[in-house]
């Protein structure tokens, strides 16, 4: 399996020589602006809504919402529960305002990698946990060409209830942004 990668790899940068695709190498493997995505999402005691998204450049940029009009959230229901629209997620992220961490090309493009089996992964049971404590979410956003729409991966979810992706791979991407997210300076709560 591993010989298999380090062949698809080297093939997409034989493929990829001779363009132009920026000062980021990932930039030709990555082609979608949004990866990696915290949320602490609670209205128990008046709208807070904060996180931070990492994009494709390597950028961690913060957020903090005010208002629920502002926030577009994947739909919950029917055919395209679990989904949102490119338009939604872009104008979600255009809201991160501030750069807070930059991560290195060969970590991003090494978690990058580990999004589509994550975006199969069988989920536990989900449990309540509490009251008032809100959600506490880990996603990461797999680009589904079918329904034209990002699938929005829950990596594991904490609060007022908890569930985590049961897939190998959600594993590392939740415990990666965890530590992440340990760093004071993505802490907004």
Not at 41 to 50: C, F, I, S, T
Not at 83 to 102: C, G, H, M, T, V
Not at 104 to 110: A, N, P, V
Request: glycine residues 8%; aromatic residues 14%; negative net charge.
């Amino acid at each position: 399996m591993r010989k298999t990668t380090s062949q698809l790899v080297t093939l997409l940068m034989i493929l990829s020589c001779g363009q132009d695709n920026s000062h980021n190498p990932n930039e030709g493997f990555i082609q979608q602006q949004v990866l990696f995505h915290f949320s602490h999402l609670n209205d128990a005691w008046g709208y807070q809504n904060h996180g931070w998204f990492i994009g494709k450049d390597g950028s961690a940029k913060v957020y903090y919402i005010q208002s629920p009009e502002n926030w577009n959230l994947a739909s919950t229901n029917g055919p395209d529960s679990g989904y949102i629209s490119r338009e939604a997620l872009l104008a979600n992220y255009s809201q991160a305002d501030r750069q807070i961490l930059e991560i290195s090309d060969s970590e991003l493009l090494e978690k990058y990698w580990l999004i589509n089996p994550a975006a199969y992964g069988a989920y536990s049971e989900l449990r309540s946990r509490g009251a008032d404590i809100g959600a506490i979410q880990y996603f990461c956003y797999y680009w589904d060409y079918q329904r034209g729409k990002f699938k929005q991966v829950l990596l594991s979810l904490s609060g007022d209830f908890s569930r985590e992706n049961l897939a190998p791979e959600a594993g590392v991407l939740d415990r990666w942004m965890k530590e992440l997210d340990d760093i004071d300076s993505l802490t907004i709560r």
